[in-house]
């Protein structure tokens, strides 16, 4: 790993290891904002990414865990969480939720639980890769193990 780590990195690597995880963080040499470039950078499909996406969930924070390979359909998931409307965050409301920018936000190491929502899609997938609290990081996981230490609930998302 890079002899120095962003802080939001370290905050997610220490989470990783709190929580029991089997992942290592990897440092990858170009950044992977996006599922596409995250999977071309750790060598998978791109359905093995697991995006961390924030909704406004009627103001509060939810975390939706999607395969790289999917869309979230908002009015679905607003039925799923029982509230009225689900809308993408803003990049401030991101940031004071998670601690961490859009492009690397990680599945934990957020200054507060968040509720989060898993696509059962990722489970089709021995290896799961997630951000690492920044666009230069990843951690490769599997489904069940993102569902353990985000104690995020499994649900179709599109």
Same mark, same amino acid.
């Given at each position: 790993?890079?002899?120095?780590?962003?802080?939001?990195?370290?905050?997610?690597?220490?989470?990783? #290891?709190?929580?029991?995880?089997?992942?290592?963080?990897?440092?990858?040499?170009?950044?992977?904002?996006?599922? @596409?470039?995250?999977?071309?950078?750790?060598?998978?499909?791109?359905?093995?990414?697991?995006?961390?996406?924030?909704?406004?969930?009627?103001?509060?924070?939810?975390?939706?865990?999607?395969?790289?390979?999917? #869309? @979230?359909?908002? #009015?679905?998931?607003?039925?799923?969480?029982?509230?009225?409307?689900?809308?993408?965050?803003?990049?401030?409301?991101?940031?004071?939720?998670?601690?961490?920018?859009?492009?690397?936000?990680?599945?934990?190491?957020?200054?507060?639980?968040? #509720?989060?929502?898993?696509?059962?899609?990722?489970?089709?997938?021995? @290896?799961?890769?997630?951000?690492?609290?920044?666009?230069?990081?990843?951690?490769?996981?599997?489904?069940?193990?993102?569902?353990?230490?985000?104690?995020?609930?499994?649900?179709? @998302?599109?």
């Amino acid at each position: 790993m890079a002899e120095k780590l962003h802080p939001s990195v370290v905050k997610v690597t220490d989470a990783l #290891r709190e929580a029991g995880a089997t992942g290592e963080v990897v440092v990858l040499t170009d950044p992977a904002p996006t599922a @596409v470039t995250a999977a071309a950078q750790v060598g998978c499909e791109v359905g093995a990414i697991a995006n961390s996406l924030i909704f406004d969930a009627d103001g509060e924070p939810l975390l939706v865990l999607t395969s790289g390979a999917h #869309r @979230v359909d908002t #009015r679905l998931i607003a039925e799923v969480v029982g509230v009225s409307k689900v809308k993408r965050a803003t990049p401030e409301f991101v940031k004071a939720a998670t601690g961490q920018t859009i492009g690397g936000v990680a599945p934990i190491g957020h200054p507060a639980p968040i #509720r989060t929502l898993v696509d059962t899609w990722l489970g089709k997938h021995e @290896v799961v890769w997630a951000a690492a609290g920044h666009a230069h990081t990843v951690f490769p996981t599997t489904f069940d193990e993102l569902v353990r230490i985000t104690g995020g609930t499994p649900v179709e @998302v599109e």
